[in-house]
């Protein structure tokens, strides 16, 4: 799944093409991916049509387009989604499932192999409203996300490990399962530690890789994973430490890096560096 660097990415990349663009056509042939009040496409369509994207914003794994008319459309990318913006007389391809087309001959595509993606079309209300984006965590790059705040929301969380603990999107949003244990490597933290076992000294540690991880990883365009690209169909060039190397030896100490099930999440980490 599309983690905050990836989301990020393509939201930089969206924000560039789209801003200031009138959708004159919509089509959508898997209506499943329309969730929200608006479900029927024809509704959609007649909606969205000759409606000017004002900007593109993100919250946490979520894309957020404002219209001009004072709607909303929240994405998200889910498992498998893909999000172009493509000439519109290029071939469709595989999995389409919603196009917007621009006055300008672009057309953004939402593509989706497992149909698992949602796109909402939703008043600013309902957009505050949302029950997601309502108990989501601090944004790990606004001011107010600190050491401190990272170790209340894990001592909320005491017993369950530490690694899930990343994965709650009500801890810090946007940290997914790469990045929680990329990040876990470089503060040298076990993925099995209990979140309320860190001290002051760690939790502070981990606080900082997780920016960091997060920060290097979205310069890097995001890490290619399964079919992740981005808004010009770029493939991300971040190369994770132990995520996905299990068996490989650790970049530090030359152990192999141990694969174990976190709540049914495949997690990598080096049993010599990380305790």
């Known amino acids: 799944m599309p983690e905050l660097p990836e989301v990020e990415t393509l939201r930089r990349g969206l924000e560039r093409r789209l801003t200031g663009r009138v959708v004159t056509r919509v089509r959508v042939p898997v209506p499943k991916m329309l969730k929200g009040r608006v479900v029927d496409p024809e509704a959609f369509a007649a909606a969205l ?18 219209l001009d008319c004072g709607y909303y459309l929240l994405l998200h990318l889910k498992m498998r989604g893909q999000l172009l913006v493509v000439p519109r007389d290029l071939e469709e391809g595989k999995y389409l499932a919603v196009a917007l087309e621009m006055e300008d001959g672009s057309e953004l595509r939402f593509h989706d192999m497992w149909t698992w993606g ?6 600013e209300a309902e957009l505050a409203a949302h ?3 309502k108990a989501m965590g601090l944004e790990p790059f606004s001011d107010e996300w600190t050491p401190q705040a990272l170790q209340r929301s894990l001592s909320r969380r005491a017993r369950t490990s530490v690694k899930a603990a990343l994965l709650d999107q009500t801890v810090v949003a946007g940290v997914g399962n790469i990045y929680a244990d990329e990040s876990l490597f470089r503060a040298g933290i076990g993925p099995l530690r209990p979140a309320g076992s860190l001290t002051d000294v760690e939790a502070s540690r981990l606080h900082r890789e997780i920016r960091c991880v997060l920060a290097e990883a979205t310069g890097d365009g995001g890490t290619t994973s399964d079919n992740y690209v981005d808004a010009d169909g770029r493939t991300g060039r971040y190369a994770p430490r132990v995520y996905e190397r299990a068996g490989q030896p650790c970049v530090r100490c030359g152990t192999p890096l141990t694969r174990i099930k976190v709540t049914g999440r495949g997690t990598v980490y080096c049993p010599s560096c990380q305790s």
């Open 49 to 66: 049509g000759g409606r000017r994207i004002e900007s593109v914003g993100r919250r946490g794994k979520h894309l957020i387009f404002r």
């Open 118 to 123: 949602e796109l909402r079309l939703m008043t």
């Open 131 to 133: 029950p997601s984006l």
